[in-house]
């Protein structure tokens, strides 16, 4: 059985990390309101360039089907003609402590890996985050696995994600890999969220939705580049920002986990030293019980 002394020693280290976990709960819950409003604002940039190359891609292809000009489209929205070589693009977090943030990422990507392996497919992959791009290595020696550590460590940067897009696109037109999908976690709430596998590159859209008319609100759209050099410029923007909403979606995912994981560290550290604080006192009342016996018992002696 634990000594006093023993028990006061553990109740006052419970309690220092109490303050830290609590501390650690509050600075989540502030960069998750951030993370929050940026994604909120960043969401309509993102809707309204998807609607910019839907709207140009229908125009070119009814301009082309009619023979009124011949278009170059880019090799990223043209249908894939093989797919033998697959890039994975995983955002995980560089730091623990947020629960089971990380291990529903890690478990999504080596599903993801062993599928395509199991179909035959080359497979390279960018971790962006070091704890799932560690692990992977770990899982897969001999897999090409690059980590980028420290992305948007001061705050999701549009900046810093065009400098991971445009190699990206770079080696898909070099003809590195034939097929591009990221693995990120999509936010919901706080306590609500998902993992999701979707292909980045080449760039599916379809044409034939109705929101990429025209005309719209009898309102017309005209261009005064040509078409196709302003679709090579909106398509790496949009390539830009789907990757921006991916990472802002995993980092709002992630202060969501540390939160509640911290959360429900505070709560236990307070029952345990509940149930501590219980025991020392009758451990203590039962040695100062033990002491009086004892002195009334001399006491009956003399």
Do not use: W
């Not at 894939?80 to 478990?107: P, Q």
């Not at 420290?150 to 549009?158: C, I, W």
């Not at 929101?211 to 580049?225: M, R």
């Not at 959360?263 to 025991?279: F, H, P, V």
């Amino acid at each position: 059985m634990a000594s006093l002394k023993e028990l006061r020693t553990r109740i006052g280290s419970i309690k220092s990390t109490q303050k830290i976990t609590s501390a650690m709960k509050m600075v989540a819950a502030a960069r998750l309101r951030r993370a929050q409003d940026v994604l909120v604002k960043s969401q309509t940039y993102n809707e309204n360039l998807l609607k910019v190359i839907g709207r140009l891609l229908k125009d070119m292809k009814q301009e082309q089907a009619t023979g009124q000009v011949e278009y170059f489209f880019p090799r990223m929205v043209l249908p894939v003609e093989k797919d033998d070589v697959y890039r994975i693009v995983v955002f995980s977090s560089d730091r623990g402590l947020c629960g089971s943030y990380n291990a529903y990422v890690l478990r999504e990507a080596v599903k993801r890996i062993r599928e395509l392996q199991k179909a035959g497919k080359t497979v390279t992959v960018l971790a962006i985050g070091k704890k799932v791009g560690d692990s992977l290595r770990r899982r897969f020696e001999n897999l090409e696995i690059k980590v980028l550590s420290g992305v948007a460590s001061k705050g999701a940067d549009y900046q810093e994600l065009q400098g991971i897009a445009e190699p990206l696109l770079a080696a898909y037109t070099e003809g590195q890999f034939d097929v591009c999908e990221i693995i990120y976690t999509h936010f919901a709430s706080a306590v609500s969220r998902e993992v999701k596998c979707q292909q980045f590159i080449p760039f599916e859209i379809d044409t034939d939705d109705e929101k990429f008319n025209l005309k719209s609100n009898e309102a017309f759209y005209d261009y005064d580049a040509p078409k196709d050099k302003i679709l090579i410029d909106v398509l790496l923007m949009s390539l830009t920002s789907v990757l921006f909403q991916a990472l802002l979606n995993s980092q709002a995912s992630e202060h969501g986990a540390r939160m509640t994981s911290m959360d429900n560290a505070t709560r236990n550290a307070k029952d345990m030293i509940s149930k501590l604080t219980l025991k020392y006192n009758r451990l203590r009342q039962n040695a100062i019980t033990t002491e009086l016996i004892e002195i009334i018992s001399g006491a009956e002696a003399l």
